[in-house]
């Protein structure tokens, strides 16, 4: 009993202090060289907002058209979607567009939404596209989402 206690114990305590996990670049020709990306909190909470801190440098200003898919799948299979408009989740945490290449790191938060699978490795992408077409930067990582109080 006492080993079911402790790694109840230990599971627990390496959920709490899990860290964001590794993503990598997923685009050929992108427009920012994404230097770390990193998810606050991780795992992910259903429900609840993610921030996201990602660091690099820009060859190209971010401006007012510019979108943000994420897809998330499962054994190859589309399990989550999220389109935002950039802009407008970059101007929810104060970096108003257009960005500037000067801007080194940004944080921004947006809702995991409540259709997000729990408990399972998701192959996420997350893909910005400025208004000009070009490809801000794509990064992916496999992450885990729980249901958190």
């Known amino acids: 009993m006492k080993f079911i206690a402790a790694f109840v114990a230990l599971v627990a305590a390496s959920v709490v202090n899990a860290q964001s996990p590794a993503f990598t670049n997923c685009a050929a020709a992108p427009q920012m060289t994404v230097s770390s990306l990193t998810l ?6 259903i429900n609840k907002n993610v921030c996201a801190t990602i660091t690099g440098t820009s060859t190209t200003p971010i401006d007012g058209d510019a979108t943000l898919a994420i897809t998330g799948r499962y054994l190859g299979r589309l399990v989550y979607t999220d389109n935002q408009d950039l802009c407008a989740v970059l101007g929810a945490s ?3 567009c ?3 290449i000067t801007t ?3 944080t921004a938060c947006i809702l995991v939404k409540p259709n997000a699978p729990p408990n399972i490795g998701v192959a996420l992408t997350i893909t910005a596209t400025n208004g000009d077409g070009g490809v801000i930067f794509c990064q992916t990582a496999t992450v885990t989402a ?3 109080p």
């Open 146 to 148: 729980v249901t958190c």
């Open 104 to 106: 080194t790191q940004v």
């Open 40 to 45: 606050d909190p991780y795992p992910l909470c």
């Open 94 to 96: 104060g970096h108003a």
């Open 98 to 100: 257009p960005v500037p």
